[in-house]
Nanobody, 119 residues
Framework: QVQLVESGGGLVQAGGSLRLSCAAS????????MGWFRQAPGKEREFVAG????????QYAEFVKGRFTISRDNVRRTVYLQMNSLNAEDTAVYYC????????????WGQGTQVTVSS
């Protein structure tokens, strides 16, 4: 079955950096556009960044533009989220997700990794 496993979360001071990874199995990874989402306590889950199947196109939520970078390695079947200049508002559980090409619905989800930014 499809598995997405995130790693790389943790506690970091404001202004610091983290790199999240999401390893995929059970699917033809290069066939799937991928994304990162996050959910803070008491808030709705929100889109953070997305990347096309080959990595040639990326999209970002306004609140992370210039600070976060999404990338992928189709050989390693892994998608990354490099997060710089972190602030307390970035504290959340971060999820990676995959959607079928041509659909806007993300159908595969990881279990999430906690990111906590101390101010």
């Amino acid at each position: 079955q499809v598995q997405l496993v995130e790693s790389g979360g943790g506690l970091v001071q404001a202004g610091g950096s983290l790199r999240l990874s999401c390893a995929a199995s059970g699917l033809i990874f290069s066939d799937y556009p991928m994304g990162w989402f996050r959910q803070a306590p008491g808030k709705e889950r929100e889109f953070v960044a997305g990347i096309s199947r080959r990595g040639s196109s990326t999209q970002y939520a306004e609140f992370v533009k210039g600070r976060f970078t999404i990338s992928r390695d189709n050989v390693r079947r892994t998608v990354y989220l490099q997060m710089n200049s972190l602030n307390a508002e970035d504290t959340a559980v971060y999820y990676c997700a995959g959607r079928q090409f041509g659909s806007s619905d993300y159908v595969y989800w990881g279990q999430g990794t906690q990111v906590t930014v101390s101010s």
